[in-house]
Nanobody, 117 residues
């Protein structure tokens, strides 16, 4: 499974970005799981995830501003980020799982989001 993340960039506070993560290769029984982020000098943290029955869950810091979604036909997951803040600056990673695959799933290469004040 290969994951290609894109959509990061430099944006001013209050702006928006949409991240994409497309799976390719041996994608049988692959499902999108979550977006994580890692700011410089900090641990990787969960930003948004899919739960059971298509439910979604968000870190408190992004609730009401970020939306996770997916397009199963295109094997792509998204993270719509609105009202961005400087504290959202980080490298964002997508994570997918595959039946009988590694327990930690597969990770995208990361896409950098920089929010200026």
């Amino acid at each position: 499974v290969q994951l290609q993340a894109s959509g990061g960039g430099l944006v001013r506070a209050g702006g928006s970005l949409r991240l994409s993560c497309r799976a390719s290769g041996s994608i049988f029984m692959v499902k999108p799981v979550a977006w994580y982020r890692q700011a410089s000098g900090k641990q990787r943290e969960l930003v948004a995830q899919f739960g059971s029955w298509d439910s979604t869950d968000y870190a408190d810091s992004v609730k009401g501003r970020f939306t996770i979604s997916r397009d199963n036909a295109d094997n792509t997951m998204y993270l719509q980020m609105n009202s961005l803040k400087p504290d959202d600056t980080a490298v964002y990673y997508c994570n997918v799982r595959q039946l009988f695959g590694p327990s930690t799933g597969y990770w995208g290469q990361g896409t950098l989001v920089t929010v200026s004040s």
